[in-house]
């Protein structure tokens, strides 16, 4: 579910990786049994991959992270926030959003 330029999310490393951040982060809420974050996936390794360096994509598996799930409203997945400065700027729910449109949100936070 990932490449080298995406980071596994945890509940250990979460602070670390985006809250504490000093470039933008893309995270993205997601489980193994759902079929729109599977799909999603590739687009965000992509990004990760054309970002690296400039930006962050993080990946938590929310049924392996239920606490972060909670702490940040997830009730409906693939969830992506972006945040910078360890605060969360903007939301997008579902799989239908296009790459450029992700990649902009992005940049428009660096």
Known sequence: ????????GTEANFASEVEQ???P???DFWAEWCGPCKMISPLLDQLATETA???KVVKVN???NRALA???GVTSIPMLLFFKDGEVKDTVVGAGTPKEALQQKLEALA
């Open 1 to 8: 579910m990932s490449n080298e330029h995406t980071i596994n």
């Open 62 to 64: 929310v049924d392996e």
């Open 70 to 72: 909670g702490k940040y």
């Open 21 to 23: 951040s000093d470039v």
């Open 25 to 27: 982060v893309l995270v």
């Open 53 to 55: 360096g400039k930006a």
